[in-house]
Nanobody, 128 residues
């Protein structure tokens, strides 16, 4: 079982940037697809961005295309989410997630049920 810890959230103004980090421990996550999700109050958890095991292939929800970049550093068991031009509607708790099975074929996992390990979340608040 992998433990995931997010950091980097905070209060920012609309239009500003923020970079979230996710640190993993417990097992090496280099063979597992990863993703970022977010959940605003009163809404369901939604997919933000995903990344394949070697970091070369990424995919994004339409809401973040052009504004968010997901990346990973397998040597240091870390994943990142760079967000730019933040909007009020980006306000949410952001979670990093890891698949629970090793993948050898790239696939665009976007559902919460596709991931078996989750961090505790980091709050991002965007004010206008």
């Amino acid at each position: 079982q992998v433990q995931l810890v997010e950091s980097g959230g905070g209060l920012v103004q609309a239009g500003e940037s923020l970079k979230l980090s996710c640190a993993a421990s417990g097992r090496t996550f280099s063979n597992y697809p990863l993703a970022w999700f977010r959940q605003a109050p009163g809404t369901e958890r939604e997919f933000v961005a995903g990344i394949g095991v070697n970091g070369e292939r990424t995919y994004y929800a339409n809401s973040g295309k052009g504004r968010v970049t997901i990346s990973r550093d397998n040597a240091n068991n870390k994943m990142y989410l760079q967000m730019t031009t933040l909007k009020r509607e980006d306000t949410a708790v952001y979670y990093c997630a890891s698949r629970h099975t090793v993948n050898t074929v790239f696939y665009q996992y976007t559902r919460s049920v596709d991931f078996g390990s989750w961090g505790q979340g980091t709050q991002v608040t965007v004010s206008s």
